[in-house]
C-alpha cells in the first residue's frame, strides 16, 4: 500500500498516516524537515518533540533531505512527514527563492521524481504527508506564490506513484 495523506495545516494528517502504519513495529519515518537543534524557533522544536514523543519507540526516525536514498535504504515500511518541509528545505539549501521560476522548477522536480521512483519500486508500505496547497488565496509574495505552485507540483507528481490519496480535512478522511 501507498498513501499520499494530504490536508491543511493542523487537519489532522500527521496522526492518520501514523494511524495508517501504528501496527508496523519496525518502520523507518523520514522527517525531511530541520531538526529541532538547526532551527531556532521554539515553536518548531515544540511540534518536532510532539512528533517524537507519539512515535513507537521501535521505529527508526531518518532527518535527511535526501529522502529518495532514504526510502530506497529503509529496511521496510516507511512514513515520511512532510513534503511541505522537504520542498522549503530544498529551495532553502540551494538558495533558490530569487532564482527564475523554471529553474527551481527544475530542481525541485528533479529531486520529486527521484522519490516518485523509489516509492514506485517499494514492495513495503510508503505513507507520504504533504500539505494541501492552493485552496485559499493567492498568496502576496513570489516566495508564497512559488512554494503553493512547487509543492503543488510536487504533491501530483507523488500521488501518481501512490495507490491511494487521502484528503484529511478537520480531522476527518476522504479517500480520493
Known amino acids: 500500500m501507498k498513501v499520499l495523506v494530504t490536508g491543511g495545516v493542523r ?11 501504528r501496527e508496523r513495529a519496525l518502520l523507518t519515518y523520514i522527517a525531511p524537515g530541520p531538526a529541532p537543534e538547526e532551527e531556532a524557533d521554539p515553536d518548531w522544536a515544540l511540534r518536532i518533540a510532539a ?13 535527511t533531505r535526501d529522502v529518495a536514498r532514504a526510502v530506497r535504504e529503509a529496511a521496510g515500511p516507511v512514513l515520511v512527514d512532510c513534503l511541505g518541509t522537504w ?11 530569487e532564482w527564475p521560476q523554471d ?13 516518485a521512483a523509489a516509492i514506485t519500486e517499494m514492495t513495503q508500505t510508503a505513507v507520504v504527508v504533504t ?46
Request: aromatic share 4%; charged share 25%.
Open 11 to 21: 487537519s489532522g494528517k500527521s496522526s492518520h498516516a501514523e494511524a495508517l502504519v
Open 51 to 63: 512528533h517524537r514523543d507519539r512515535r513507537p519507540l521501535t521505529w527508526t526516525t531518518v532527518e
Open 87 to 97: 520542498v522549503t528545505g530544498l529551495v532553502d539549501d540551494a538558495s533558490a527563492w
Open 103 to 115: 529553474e527551481v522548477t527544475a530542481l525541485v522536480d528533479e529531486h520529486v521524481a527521484g522519490l
Open 131 to 176: 500539505n494541501e496547497v492552493g485552496l485559499g488565496v493567492v498568496p502576496e509574495h513570489r516566495s508564497g506564490r512559488l512554494f503553493r505552485d512547487l509543492l503543488g507540483r510536487a504533491n501530483q507528481q507523488v500521488a501518481t506513484a501512490c495507490d491511494e490519496v487521502h484528503l484529511v480535512v478537520a480531522g476527518r478522511v476522504l479517500r480520493l
